[in-house]
């Protein structure tokens, strides 16, 4: 037998107790050194916290969406974190995170903001009010879109401009104003960009891409006799290389520039339907566009357009009630709304109340409204005539009639439009912006609330494609 001695036999006490607690613990230590080694993993992959930009727009056409969403995706391609929102999104406190804002801004009529870009210099000036300065370490550029027509010519974007140099932020360079998508300044604001580091393409590629000619089926005048203005109905050949929906712009190009025109029509139908008035200038001459829509341009001949899509004006995702408004050729882009809830959604509740001068002259569409509303696609039909002196004069038609303009027809409904909008109806309003859209939106102020309106734009639940 063999003896060892004391030492010996402490040590082979000592390294027996490890063994056993080693095995005791056997699966906490092995998770711990799992742990460890995910942990270690994890820090070698783990990516290097960037600096994103801010890509934000301010689009009432679609068109700095459209442009906007180009240049992310450019951005992104040559390696920057992008994140891409309407500017009505834009917190001035995101830009504490993010110091590099990108804006493409639009401005429409008499200087005004697009919807979906009105309330951030709002908020970028409360707070200032409130002594917050988060604008301080934020650089900036502003492409700013307009048409030199107006006499406020790119008007917002030279206010975004200065409201962010109010607060604070540093212009990486001078705005730049471009008038009716320029191909030189768009390619201008390009080198600047790419002068400030990021690696952008052509910014101008996307509103050129899918022009086509597309032939003059058919020309109706619709309104002989009426006190306004001829108003024309036009068949189009359907575009081959192009698709849209309902709210999409049809784009007109003639001698490098552009007219834009709700499209009435849906590709299911097999051509692109317009509803175009006939303008003329001060000295008598057509306008550029409807000049040659409703006269010159000859049926079997083609033209040159493009298709512009305007998710401002695009139909919710759910089969909400929908109240759609306009006057005048704003009944077009209500007309492709109409069509689409008549194939996709024929019984969720729709609502349309629409005008125009003589109840004589001015019955655009009256069949196909009418059929709308007697199978059902329509629960409500409102018709508003300016040039009816009376009800009394008003012609025996479906749904209701009324004397005056449509915003005047909205004050007697009121209470059927509140009624609506308790139970989640959307407002979609086409037509002119003076007197009617600016009528109803002091209206909607006046019963709902200014902040209450607001977070229905906010929402999508009030829209506007107006002019």
């Known amino acids: 037998m063999i003896s060892l001695q004391p030492w010996g036999q402490a040590t082979l006490l000592i390294l ?55 240049l992310a995706q450019q951005l992104e391609q040559g390696g920057e974190a992008v994140s891409l929102l309407p500017l009505n999104q834009l917190s001035p406190k995101q830009l504490s995170v993010s110091h590099r804002l990108l804006i493409i801004a639009s401005t429409y009529g008499d200087g005004e903001a697009p919807t979906n870009g009105q309330h951030f210099i709002r908020r970028l000036q409360h707070s200032q009010r409130q002594g917050q300065h988060v604008m301080q370490d934020v650089r900036y550029a502003v492409l700013a879109l307009g048409d030199d027509d107006y006499p406020q010519f790119c008007a917002f974007g030279l206010q975004l401009h200065k409201q962010l140099q109010q607060a604070g932020a540093q212009p990486m360079f001078d705005p730049l104003c471009v008038n009716r998508l320029d191909r030189q300044s768009l390619e201008q604001w390009q ?10 393409a052509d910014t101008a ?18 309104n002989p006799g009426s006190p306004g203005t001829a108003l024309y109905e ?68 083609t033209s040159l357009f493009s298709l512009r899509s305007n998710p401002a004006f695009h139909a919710p995702q759910a089969a909400v009630p929908l109240i759609l408004i306009g006057n005048g050729t704003g009944l077009a882009g ?79 409904e009121q209470k059927r439009l509140l009624q609506w909008l308790k139970k989640g109806a959307a407002i979609y309003v086409c037509g002119s912006r003076d007197g009617m859209a600016s009528d109803i939106d002091q209206l909607l102020q006046q019963w709902l609330g200014k902040r209450a309106t607001e977070r229905l734009q906010q929402q999508g639940c009030y829209r506007k494609d107006v002019y």
């Open 205 to 222: 590629q996307g509103c050129d891409s899918a022009k086509e000619e597309l032939t003059l089926e058919q020309r109706r005048w619709l």
């Open 16 to 70: 027996g107790w490890c063994l056993l607690t080693l095995w005791c613990f056997r699966t906490a230590l092995r998770q711990r050194w799992h742990n460890r080694r995910a942990a270690q993993r994890n820090l070698a992959v783990a990516p290097v916290m960037v600096d994103p930009v801010v890509v934000a727009y301010a689009s009432e056409g679609g068109t700095a969406a459209a442009l906007a969403g180009d």
């Open 334 to 412: 209500l007309r492709a709304h109409l069509k689409q809830r008549s194939l996709q959604n024929p019984q969720a509740p729709c609502w349309l109340l629409f005008g125009e001068r003589s109840p004589e002259h001015d019955r655009i569409w009256q069949q196909e409204l009418d059929h709308w509303y007697q199978s059902g696609v329509l629960s409500e039909l409102d018709r508003c005539y300016s040039r009816a002196s009376c009800v009394a004069e008003l012609p025996a038609q479906c749904g209701r009639s009324h004397s005056g303009y449509v915003q005047h027809a909205l004050q007697r």
């Open 191 to 200: 080198q600047q960009l790419a002068a400030q580091g990021f690696t952008v």
């Open 234 to 301: 036009l068949h189009l050949s359907k575009p081959q290389h192009s698709t849209w929906q309902a709210g999409d712009i049809a784009r007109l190009w003639l001698a490098d520039r552009y007219r834009d025109y709700s499209i009435a029509s849906l590709p299911e139908e097999n051509h692109l339907r317009l509803l175009v008035r006939e303008q003329h200038h001060d000295n008598g001459e057509p306008g550029l566009g409807s000049g040659w829509l409703c006269q010159q341009w000859q049926p079997g001949s």
